[in-house]
């Protein structure tokens, strides 16, 4: 098993910057694809951002390209996602998420998922 623990969500004005982190523990060894989801109330879940952990390969959702910065500490088996610019549309719970595939893609079918944190953007 894998766990997965978000944080570093909250409340920011738009265009203020936040930081997630994402850490990892359990059985982590074939996780390639580390990436963020994000769910706002009343919508379906959707990717904002993957990184490929051996490839170094990074996909964003259109909307957060040139905002968002998806990177990684592999010794501390952490996942960030830099958040900058952010707007009110962003306002979502944000999920960490792995998987062991070796393309990583921007699809919510990952196999291990965080409990989320709340990120909040106000205008």
């Known amino acids: 098993q894998v766990q997965l623990v978000e944080s570093g969500g909250g409340s920011v004005q738009a265009g203020g910057s936040l930081r997630l982190s994402c850490a990892a523990s359990?059985?982590?060894?074939?996780?390639?694809?580390m990436g963020w989801f994000r769910q706002a109330p009343g919508k379906e879940r959707e990717g904002v951002a993957v990184a490929s952990i051996r490839g170094g390969n990074t996909y964003y959702r259109d909307s957060v390209k040139g905002r968002f910065t998806i990177s990684q500490d592999s010794a501390k088996n952490t996942v960030y996602l830099e958040m900058n610019s952010l707007k009110p549309e962003d306002t979502a719970i944000y999920y960490c998420a792995a998987d062991g595939r070796y393309t990583c893609r921007l699809s919510i079918d990952y196999h291990y998922w965080g409990q989320g944190t709340q990120v909040t953007v106000s205008s």
């Open positions: 359990g059985y982590t060894f074939s996780n390639n694809c």
